[in-house]
C-alpha cells in the first residue's frame, strides 16, 4: 500500500510523507472500515487527518465520536460515490489531500 499526496511524497515500502501540517489535510480510504482500510484510517487520524471513510459495510460504532471521520456507506464502484466522497470531503474539512484506493472484493474458489 502507498499513501502518494499531491506534492509526490508517499509512504510504503521505505518511502516517507512529510506529516507535519497533517492537521489541516483530509484524506479518502475506500474499504475503510476492515482490515487494511480501518488501519488506514486509525493511522491517518492520529496524524491529525479528516478522513472520509467509503465502505459497503457499515463503520464501527466507536468512529461515531469521532468528528473527524467520516462514514459513507456506498458501492465505490459507482461513479456517483466518488463524486459524493470528494463532495463531502471539500464541504467538510475544506479540501483532499490523500485518496487510499483499498476497497476490493474477494472471492475464494478451489482451482483444483
Not at 12 to 39: C, E, F, N
Amino acid at each position: 500500500m502507498f499513501l502518494v499526496e499531491k506534492d509526490g511524497t508517499a509512504s510504503g515500502r521505505g518511502w516517507v510523507v512529510d506529516m507535519s501540517d497533517a492537521m489541516t489535510r483530509a484524506a479518502i480510504v475506500t474499504g475503510g472500515t476492515g482490515g487494511v482500510g480501518a488501519a488506514t484510517v486509525a493511522l491517518l487520524r492520529s496524524k491529525g487527518y479528516g478522513v472520509v471513510s467509503v465502505d459497503l459495510a457499515p463503520a464501527p460504532e466507536a468512529w461515531s465520536d469521532d468528528d473527524g471521520i467520516v462514514a459513507l456507506s456506498a458501492d465505490v464502484a459507482l461513479e456517483a460515490t466518488a463524486e459524493l466522497a470528494v463532495r463531502t470531503a471539500q464541504e467538510r474539512f475544506g479540501r483532499l489531500d490523500v485518496l487510499v484506493n483499498n476497497a476490493g472484493l474477494f472471492h475464494r474458489k478451489d482451482i483444483a
